[in-house]
């Protein structure tokens, strides 16, 4: 690959001796670009999506951002099984574009997912898991993938195509009911992932999930997580200006899975602040 | 059989004197017989019915299935070499998810059985293989409504109002011919087919019967006929023959 | 010369309608020694009888785990029913891989199958010469699949192939009625039971026996050795107590044994084997599929 320095890794600092990181940065290379607020300083590379593009070397830019994109979804787990909501936005930029996206899909009969992030790559992970229900569906002996290994398949595709730095921009709650239990998990676009009792992906990790470690019980009534859900959806739709009032929720219970009209919250603009913004900013608006 | 002992039907790349490819006759004739399987259009689906000889009692119920789905909107019945009819199967799997990923969209039934046939036909064509030894009956639902097709061993493809290989073919043919599809109903043509099954299976072996439909009833979906439905039309395919029985 | 023209090439129609290189490649499976299945509710048992070629050699291994929920015995060519299993052990591992859960058996066994047909219809191949019984475990409860060189598979209840099983098969038709409702030991002994009905001469040690046992919460798992001591033990005691059930097997298997004997297998071969029962696992020229 590239020419490498062997006395010290410029991931660890200078005279740090190191694994040879195989990855031109400033410090190896004098035909790249300095730091600057698009490309971090030296050390982060590793981190960065596709190093071929971040060395200047001009290949491959279309994975770099994504375009139409969904921000948080939730997702609690109750006595019933496991409730996911999201609002139903896509967002092109900061422009609310698709008013109408729904980010809640059934997987089988007894899994739903829920996406963040680059929706056309949601669109894909959907065919993906379509055509695996079909091969279900076809083999006709009954037996369904389960949330579990749902949520393992979507952690190797979403794991194996970082790999190939042209990673699916999602974040992605897979939620469902094994064996009467309750499952909820996680994948991230790197592959992270993590099952827990409660779950909040992108900003709603910040804003929903504090109400989440408050208010959560594994035994809550549909009403009770309902009403948490709402809570949660309202702080976001505050706080989150990528989310938009029409939410979804979504449910997996014994009876199956069921994935609401939308539908839009009450919300409280009544706020002093916000009739007089500039009342408290003097000089600025 | 004019073909045995004279050279000509030993490789499927051979023609006779007269024209023919006796491999491929010959692989239809491991069609003729095996057990029955009938396909009939009726005015709102397709049903689809087999009959097996039970080899073993020590095999497991409702096994050894003859009938599969290959997407939700089809489904196919293989006759004659089982293996063989799995392949075929596949095939028609990979042929569904391959036309969905690339139009978005179901694939059409004429689409379907067109390809099935080329690929069957692709068999029929080298000395290096042999044809297949089995027929397929595909059912589909699609934007034109129910359609029935069969796939033969040479590679022909037709479709039919309703058909039938194997054993008992020509009896299974002639009941059917009586019947006025289009004014009945698939709970009706269940019915049918059950008795056209138990009708023509003549010897005292035990057989087993599976049925398949696809429909308003099964959702526009293939599926195998309920057990209680299956059971009903079973019940019901037996007492008319005692009846004819008691008649003759 | 030819007695049969038809049967010189796989890709070849007999004008019956019949495949006789499948037919005779299904005749090595009998060359085999015995292999036993069978299943209760909770359990599935293999068996399997294992010879060995000489006094100074190890007999040939038929039974194998592949995965922790399932386990395959073979009679017929093992070099070809090792390859399979090969097959089998990658497939389960891929899908344990990305779905982090045991593959189904009944899927698995059709792969395997689809796998099999292949060579049934490509001038360059030979099916494979190896019958195999999967044993599984999964969401579906016990399976015992039943998968032969001309790629058809069945589902059974209870199962034996291999060199006089047709004694075998008497005895588990008599009795595979009991076995959904009995317990693991009692599956077991019906087992080896069933497999001592295809044994001429001598008797079922635990050097000729291999058992590979999975069920319910229990991973596949091989007996072999001094842990199928008290398993022959208390056969031995039944036996002793009952003799009518094994011996009236015995006798059946001595009679079917002459039905084994191919009418469509070419001269020689089968013949041969059956006279000489030491190579058994050995049949002449296996090739590297």
């Given at each position: 690959m590239l020419p490498v320095p062997t006395s010290h890794s410029p991931a660890l600092g200078p005279g740090c001796a190191g694994p040879s990181l195989a990855y031109a940065s400033a410090s190896t290379r004098s035909d790249i670009a300095p730091p600057s607020a698009q490309q971090p300083c030296c050390g982060s590379e590793p981190f960065m999506v596709d190093p071929s593009a971040a060395a200047g070397l001009?290949?491959?830019?279309?994975?770099?951002t994504p375009y139409v994109t969904g921000t948080s979804v939730l997702g609690i787990t109750y006595k019933d099984g496991v409730m996911l909501a999201a609002d139903t936005l896509g967002s092109y930029g900061s422009t609310k574009r698709y008013k109408s996206f729904e980010r809640l899909a059934k997987v089988n009969d007894a899994t739903v997912l829920g996406a963040g992030g680059e929706l056309s790559d949601f669109q894909y992970i959907q065919t993906l898991l379509d055509e695996l229900a079909t091969e279900d569906y076809c083999a006709d002996d009954g037996m369904q993938l389960t949330p579990r290994e749902v949520y393992a398949y979507l952690s190797r595709v979403l794991y194996n195509r970082r790999n190939k730095f042209d990673p699916l921009w999602n974040s992605l709650v897979v939620g469902g009911l094994e064996g009467g239990v309750p499952f909820l998990g996680t994948v991230g676009m790197i592959g992270v992932h993590y099952t827990d009792k409660h779950i909040a992906t992108g900003f709603g990790q910040m804003l929903a999930r504090p109400l989440f470690r408050e208010r959560h019980r594994p035994d809550m009534s549909e009403e009770e997580a309902t009403e948490l859900l709402h809570d949660a959806l309202r702080v976001c739709y505050y706080r989150?200006?990528?989310?938009?009032?029409k939410f979804q929720i979504a449910k997996v219970t014994a009876e199956g899975v069921s994935v609401s009209e939308a539908f839009a919250l009450e919300t409280q603009w009544g706020y002093q602040a916000f009739v007089n913004p500039a009342a408290n900013a003097l000089g600025t608006w | 059989m004019s073909g045995i002992g004279t050279g000509y039907d030993l490789s499927t790349s051979t023609f006779s004197?007269?024209?023919?490819?006796f491999q491929t006759d010959y692989a239809q004739k491991a069609v003729d017989n095996s057990g029955t399987v009938v396909g009939i259009v009726c005015n709102d689906g397709v049903v689809l019915g087999v009959e097996k000889p039970i080899v073993s009692k020590m095999l497991v119920e409702g096994?050894?299935?003859r009938a599969y789905a290959v997407d939700r909107h089809a489904g196919v019945a293989v006759a004659g070499v089982a293996a063989d009819g799995r392949q075929i199967v596949n095939r028609a799997v990979q042929e569904a998810v391959s036309y969905k990923n690339l139009y978005g969209d179901a694939i059409p039934g004429r689409v379907l059985a067109d390809r099935l046939a080329s690929y069957v036909h692709l068999f029929s064509l080298y000395w290096y293989s042999r044809p297949y030894g089995t027929a397929s009956l595909l059912a589909v639902y699609d934007d034109d409504g129910p359609q029935l097709y069969l796939i033969e061993p040479s590679g022909a493809g037709h479709r039919f109002f309703g058909t039938a290989v194997g054993k008992g073919r020509q009896a299974a043919k002639t009941e059917i011919e009586r019947l006025k599809l289009h004014e009945i109903s698939c709970e009706q043509g269940i019915n049918e087919v059950a008795k056209i099954l138990h009708s023509v299976h003549d010897e005292e072996k035990p057989f087993e019967m599976e049925l398949a439909w696809i429909c308003e009833a099964s959702g526009r979906e293939f599926k195998r006929v309920p057990a209680e439905l299956a059971a009903a039309a079973e019940r019901q395919a037996k007492a008319a023959l005692a009846d004819s029985d008691m008649e003759d | 010369m030819f007695r049969n023209q038809y049967d010189q090439d796989v890709t070849t129609w007999s004008p019956q309608g019949r495949m006789h290189q499948v037919e005779y490649a299904m005749e090595a499976v009998k060359q085999g020694s015995a292999a036993v299945g069978l299943k209760s509710d909770t359990h599935v048992v293999l068996a399997t009888l294992n010879r060995a070629s000489s006094e100074l050699s190890s007999h040939q291994r038929k039974t194998f785990k592949v995965d922790d929920h399932l386990g395959i015995a073979m009679s017929g060519i093992i070099s070809d029913g090792r390859s399979l299993c090969r097959y089998m052990r990658n497939e389960c591992l891929n899908h344990r891989y990305v779905f982090e859960a045991p593959l189904p058996t009944a899927r698995l066994v059709r792969q395997v199958a689809d796998r099999a047909q292949v060579c049934t219809q490509r001038s360059w191949k030979r099916p494979y010469g190896v019958g195999l019984l999967v044993a599984g475990f999964d969401k579906a409860g016990g399976k015992l699949f039943y998968c032969c060189p001309s790629g058809s598979y069945y589902d059974y209840k209870a199962m034996a192939i291999g060199a006089r099983s047709q004694a075998a098969k008497t005895y588990l038709e008599r009795k595979f009625e009991e076995f959904a409702s009995a317990d693991l030991d009692t599956l077991i002994r019906h087992g080896l039971q069933a497999l001592s009905a295809s044994v001429t001469d001598g008797e079922l040690t635990k050097d000729n026996v291999s058992v590979a046992l999975v069920g319910k919460g229990t991973p596949l798992t091989l007996l072999e050795d001094a842990d199928l001591e008290p398993h022959l033990a208390a056969l031995a005691d039944e036996v002793g107590g009952d003799g009518a059930g094994s011996g009236g097997a015995m006798e059946e298997g001595g009679g079917a044994d002459g039905a084994s004997?191919?009418?469509?297998?070419?001269?020689?071969a089968s013949g041969a084997a059956e006279a000489a029962p030491a190579p058994e696992d050995e049949p002449p020229a296996p090739m590297e599929t």
């Open positions: 001009g290949l491959r830019r279309h994975t770099d989150d200006k990528q989310t938009t009032n | 004197p007269d024209g023919r490819v096994s050894n299935r | 004997a191919p009418p469509a297998a070419p001269d020689g």
